[in-house]
Each structure stands twice: as structure tokens, then as C-alpha cells.
T-cell receptor, first 110, second 115 residues
Framework: DVKVTQSSRYLVKRTGEKVFLECVQD?????MFWYRQDPGLGLRLIYFSYDVKMKEKGDIPEGYSVSREKKERFSLILESASTNQTSMYLCASSIEHGYTFGSGTRLTVV | AQSVTQPDIHITVSEGASLELRCNYS??????LFWYVQSPGQGLQLLLKYFSGDTLVQGIKGFEAEFKRSQSSFNLRKPSVHWSDAAEYFC?????????????FGQGTTLQVKP
């Protein structure tokens, strides 16, 4: 089975900190995604990548950036964390509309 | 713009009763449709998906969904709900081609099951 691993399950950061959320997949998938999940809003797409060093903005990219230097790793970066970025973050990878999700990182910004 | 709407934010049903969760999508091309479930503290689990063919699709845990193109709907059903079905359910549509597709999700429906 494809595994998508998110490095942290829970994370607490201070306002203004630079935050890195890491995601690794083990099945050579071309496509990787970052979503945030908030009650009543479902999952919203932040950024996605179809290949190494390629990235595209999703629906809510403001305040975020991403990095994909290797095919298996897709990092989400909060340049200066703010309290409104407190949320659950989910990473996913896919091939031919087969999507696999990580377990999520619950980020709290204080 | 492409979108997915789940009209019901919260639904409560009695154990043993039937269930239908509604999902409507807006997408110009042939949709690839999904239903996911998320139990408290757990990750997303795929219940079923529709790509083509028979419009009634069977999934895991006794769930099924019916694709109705004329209504742009993909409603999820279960004939008899179990207490363990209490969870949040998400409908999603994949837009774009297989190599460059991405999932767009609805807002989610929280299911509560009464004993």
C-alpha cells in the first residue's frame, strides 16, 4: 500500500515563527497536495505539485509556500505563522485519480 | 467554477434507520466522484468512487452511491445505520485529467447516530 507520512501529528508554534510541515510518500507518485481542514469548511486545497520543482496555487495559498526538491517529499511552509493558520493540515499524493492521504498534522499557533 | 456542495451540515439518525447524504457538484466535464469518511481523530478513508459505467456504485461498510448526471448529484446511502457509522462524511470531485487531477471537497456532513 502507498503510504503518505506526515512528520508531525501535533505541532504548537508561536505567532511569527517560520513553520515547516513535511510530507513523504513512498510510491513514486507524480502528484502531491496540501489541504487544510476546518470545521464547516471541509478540506480546502492550499498548493499542489505535479512534478519535482513544480508547484501550483490552490484555492487558499495566501500565507503559505511549498517546496518540492525531490519527488517523494512535499513541504508546506508557513513563512510567518499566524493564529488564523491554526488548523488540521492534510497531505496527499495521487496517480490516475487514486488519492492517498496522510494522517494529518494538527497545528496550533499561539 | 468547479464546486461541491453538501447541503446538510449535520444529520442525526437512529441506529437501524436508513441514511442518505446529499452531494451536488458543479463541473463541466465528466466527473470523477468520491465519498470519504473520517472518524474522530482518524484520517480520511475512501468509501467508494465513481469513474464511469454503472451509475450505482457499491463501497465498503455497506455504503452505496448513485450518480445522477441530470441532477449533478452523487448521494450516499446506507439501508441500516450502525452506531460505528457516526463520523464526518466528505464528497469530492476530481477535476482535470488523471495525471494532473486534483480533488475538490464539499464542506462535509457530520453524522450522529442515536441508540
Amino acid at each position: 500500500d502507498v503510504k503518505v507520512t506526515q512528520s508531525s501529528r501535533y505541532l504548537v508554534k508561536r505567532t511569527g515563527e517560520k513553520v515547516f510541515l513535511e510530507c513523504v510518500q513512498d510510491m513514486d507518485h507524480e502528484n502531491m497536495f496540501w489541504y487544510r481542514q476546518d470545521p464547516g469548511l471541509g478540506l480546502r486545497l492550499i498548493y499542489f505539485s505535479y512534478d519535482v520543482k513544480m508547484k501550483e496555487k490552490g484555492d487558499i495559498p495566501e500565507g503559505y509556500s511549498v517546496s518540492r526538491e525531490k519527488k517523494e517529499r512535499f513541504s508546506l511552509i508557513l513563512e510567518s505563522a499566524s493564529t488564523n493558520q491554526t488548523s488540521m493540515y492534510l497531505c496527499a499524493s495521487s496517480i490516475e485519480h487514486g488519492y492517498t492521504f496522510g494522517s494529518g498534522t494538527r497545528l496550533t499557533v499561539v | 467554477a468547479q464546486s461541491v456542495t453538501q447541503p446538510d451540515i449535520h444529520i442525526t439518525v437512529s441506529e437501524g434507520a436508513s441514511l442518505e447524504l446529499r452531494c451536488n457538484y458543479s463541473y463541466g466535464a465528466t466527473p470523477y466522484l468520491f465519498w470519504y469518511v473520517q472518524s474522530p481523530g482518524q484520517g480520511l478513508q475512501l468509501l467508494l468512487k465513481y469513474f464511469s459505467g454503472d451509475t450505482l456504485v457499491q463501497g465498503i461498510k455497506g455504503f452505496e452511491a448513485e450518480f445522477k448526471r441530470s441532477q449533478s448529484s452523487f448521494n450516499l446511502r446506507k439501508p441500516s445505520v450502525h452506531w460505528s457509522d457516526a463520523a464526518e462524511y466528505f464528497c469530492a470531485v476530481a477535476i482535470g485529467s488523471g495525471n494532473t487531477g486534483k480533488l475538490i471537497f464539499g464542506q462535509g456532513t457530520t453524522l450522529q447516530v442515536k441508540p
